[in-house]
């Protein structure tokens, strides 16, 4: 009888510490998401005080989303062959560090540098947790539950940047957006050790195809250049259409190194599936317009002017999150 309330008691024990531990990582993405919402906020603040012209601003959330979208592949490769606590704790920090750098920033050059180190970050803290959430809990009625609470924080997260962002830059300063990180992640750096359990998946190969990486992501950034380029000096400049020719170049590049790796980061075979490919596509579509009406409201239509009076500024940023 003892024997069994011992292991009843174990058991109820390692569920209570399954639960802390999706707490953990769910904290860890809610401040992934929460950093492409509440830097929106602050961008006027930050193109007054670190000198931005209007064309460039747009880079302190570009470098950010270039680096996470471009390095997320690779980043679930490197969980999956190096261990995903390491990675995630490895990414963690990073994401932590870079934020701290982020707020200490003195220049357009170094917020966009930090922001770009901050991106990669999260590149590799993201998939590892994704990962530890499946293999944490059984697939069924506890996976599923999971899952929920995970794409809960992370739809609140962008909601939660609107409202944190306004508070912080009106209390305090645009600093803090990124100083708020730092407690936080030092947290769940120091808890997660004790709570996460190492795994790694099983895998016949150990290619982590850095070319496909590198191409990707270096096409993406110069096409994103070109388009910042193409506004301010024209399409059919020398500059713009041998940056566009470039990334177009870099893109098929990808593709083709895709069709011939070994063990792809994306295997083009999957688009076959046709729900598939329409999900990517609504969801890619979605992404864009949402992001991009984020950043243009909140420099043309809501914002023109940063009001004098904190309580202003605020209510402002609320009817931001309306939208």
Known sequence: MSAEIVTEAAAGQKDRRRWIALAVIVAAQFMVVLDIAIVNVALPSIKTDLHFSQESLQWVITAYAIFFGGVLLLGGRLADLLGRRRLFIAGLLLF???????????????????????????????????????????????????????????????????????????????????????????????LSPWLLRESRADLRHRHFDFAGAASITGGLMLLVYAMTRASQHGWVTTETIGLLAASAALIAA????????????????????????????????????IFSQFFLLRLFALFPKEPARPHERFSRKMALLTV
């Open 96 to 190: 932590t560090i870079s934020s701290l750098l982020d707020g200490l920033a003195w220049s357009e050059g170094s917020l966009i540098a930090f922001r770009s180190l901050q991106g990669l970050g999260a590149a590799l803290l993201s998939p590892a947790a994704l990962s530890i959430l499946t293999t944490t809990f059984r697939e069924g009625r506890e996976r599923n539950l999971a899952l929920g609470i995970w794409g809960a924080a992370s739809g609140s997260g962008g909601a939660a940047g609107v409202l944190l962002g306004g508070a912080l830059t009106s209390g305090l300063n645009w600093s803090w957006i990124f100083f708020i990180n730092v407690p936080v992640g030092a947290v769940v750096i120091g």
């Open 254 to 289: 990808f593709f083709l190194i895709e069709l011939r790796s070994q063990a792809p980061l994306l295997p083009l075979r999957i688009f076959r599936l046709r729900t598939l490919s329409g999900s990517n596509l609504s969801g890619l579509l979605m992404g864009a317009a």
